[in-house]
């Protein structure tokens, strides 16, 4: 859904809808209607995602996406690349990732 909300421009109040109904309101993120809704806040259009969540859309794009990522070493969320070089797993304070993200710069202005 998130891809599909990518595409329609609309990610960021999808993402944000998901991660207020997962954190602050408990809900479970494999019931469909959930994820539905979390399109719908984002303003997609909630018959067109119950059709698409029940068909194979998108499925081959997935596992590619989830294959590259297990190859790439990422196993877990958060996970944050910087500068295609510099990577960094699990929940870190700021001043880790600023860290991180300087690192990069300075390797790529190097």
């Known amino acids: 859904v998130i891809n599909w909300a ?3 421009g609309k990610a960021g109040p999808v993402v944000d809808r998901m991660f207020a109904l997962f954190f602050t ?7 469909r209607e959930v994820i539905v809704e979390a399109g719908r806040a984002g303003g997609l259009d909630a018959a067109a995602l119950r059709r698409d969540l029940a ?3 998108d499925e081959t ?32 304070e ?5 860290s991180a ?8 202005a190097a």
């Open 61 to 92: 794009l997935i596992e590619r996406q989830a294959t590259a990522a297990s190859i790439s070493g990422i196993g877990g969320v958060p996970f944050f690349v910087f500068g295609k070089k510099i990577a960094v797993g699990a929940a870190h």
């Open 101 to 108: 993200i300087d690192q990069a710069l300075a390797e790529k």
């Open 55 to 57: 068909s194979d859309r």
């Open 94 to 98: 700021p001043d880790v990732l600023a």
């Open 6 to 8: 990518q595409e329609a």
């Open 25 to 31: 309101e408990g809900a479970d993120l494999t019931d």
